[in-house]
T-cell receptor, first 120, second 115 residues
């Protein structure tokens, strides 16, 4: 079974600084996707960034980037120039995509989350 | 484009009462998911639909939980009877299988409190 571990229950950062959230996962699959979701206090889960395991290049989305280390099964999220609106729970998630000839669960497996607070 | 819609946003009931949650996915999304999120935890899948077919309900407690997705669009999740331990947030998500790289988009959730 796939598992996702986020070892930092809480983190804080000063506005405009950079912070890195850690995530490790365990799987025997070779084809999978990794995600970071953000859940602000309003509770709406929002996709931050995604990474396909077959891609060697790390994904980036504006101030958000990942460090994907497939061999180490590590998928950390870096937030640059932190803003007050980045305050939220951040969840790392894993999924095996559905492929007609191979199956796949399409089920997102989440870590327990990291509560990030950006201080002014 | 409208996102995933869920109602109600909040529900308070007494134990042993029935409760139902409703979800309207993003237009055109053929896959719909119900997740359970306990306080301080990440969401866990309850059931996944491909169109109107439940293709993964292995984590759904079938003695008290039921779900349906008539016509492959809206979905309803029901609990009968509710127990104290069912207090949680129930999230609905949708995706377009084989499109948009299977990204799941979440609704705002329904927070259930069982007294």
């Amino acid at each position: 079974a796939q598992t996702v571990t986020q070892s930092q229950p809480e983190m804080s950062v000063q506005e405009a600084e950079t912070v890195t959230l850690s995530c490790t996962y365990d799987t025997s699959e070779n084809n999978y996707y990794l995600f970071w979701y953000k859940q602000p206090p309003s509770r709406q889960m929002i996709l931050v960034i995604r990474q396909e395991a077959y891609k060697q290049q790390n994904a980036t989305e504006n101030r958000f980037s990942v460090n994907f280390q497939k061999a180490a099964k590590s998928f950390s999220l870096k937030i640059s120039d932190s803003q007050l609106g980045d305050t939220a729970m951040y969840f790392c998630a894993f999924m095996t995509p559905f492929v007609v000839t191979q199956g796949g669960s399409e089920k997102l497996v989440f870590g327990k989350g990291t509560k990030l607070t950006v201080n002014p | 484009e409208a996102g995933v819609v869920q109602s109600p946003r909040y529900k308070i009931i007494e134990k042993k009462q029935p409760v139902a949650f409703w979800c309207n996915p993003i237009s055109g999304h053929n896959t719909l998911y119900w997740y359970l999120q306990n306080l301080g935890q990440g969401p866990e899948l309850l059931i996944r639909y491909e169109n109107e077919e439940a293709v993964d309900d292995s984590q759904l407690p079938k003695d008290r939980f039921s779900a349906e997705r008539l016509k492959g669009v809206d979905s309803t999740l029901k609990i009968q009877p509710a127990e104290l331990g069912d207090s949680a947030v129930y999230l609905c998500a949708s995706s377009f299988l084989a499109g948009d790289l299977d990204t799941q988009y979440f609704g705002p959730g329904t927070r259930l409190t069982v007294l």
